[in-house]
């Protein structure tokens, strides 16, 4: 049973940073596609940034350029670094494990983790 332990959300006022990061219980974390959706309240939850095994990324329209997701295998952790962040970033963050490109389907999601940011 796969677990995903996200961390590093909380309120921050605009302009500043926020890192999360999402610990992924198994081996196979190296070689699968890992992603960071949000959702805000009344909105449909959107992809913001994914990244594969050997480290490709892609982003949101909204975010590129702000955020940043990375990898850290031996750690079996992905991060989102979000910088400038603007009150239209606030959202729930969820993990994403094995995200297939073809599908965008999803394995397995983490609980998910809160970021406010106040104007």
């Known amino acids: 049973q796969v677990r995903l332990v996200e961390s590093g959300g909380g309120l921050v006022q605009a302009g500043k940073s926020l890192r999360l990061a999402c610990a992924h219980s198994?081996?196979?974390?190296?070689?699968?596609?890992m992603a960071w959706y949000r959702q805000a309240p009344g909105m449909q939850r959107e992809l913001v940034a994914r990244?594969?095994?050997?480290?490709?990324?892609e982003y949101a329209a909204s975010v590129k350029g702000r955020f940043t997701i990375s990898r850290d295998n031996a750690k079996r952790t992905v991060y989102l670094q979000m910088n400038s962040l603007k009150p239209e970033d606030t959202a729930v963050y969820y993990c994403?494990?094995?995200?297939?490109?073809?599908?965008?389907?999803?394995?397995?999601w983490g609980q998910g983790t809160q970021v406010t940011v106040s104007s």
């Open positions: 198994e081996t196979i974390f190296s070689i699968i596609t």
């Open positions: 994403a494990a094995d995200w297939d490109p073809a599908t965008m389907e999803v394995g397995d």
């Open positions: 990244i594969t095994y050997d480290g490709d990324t």
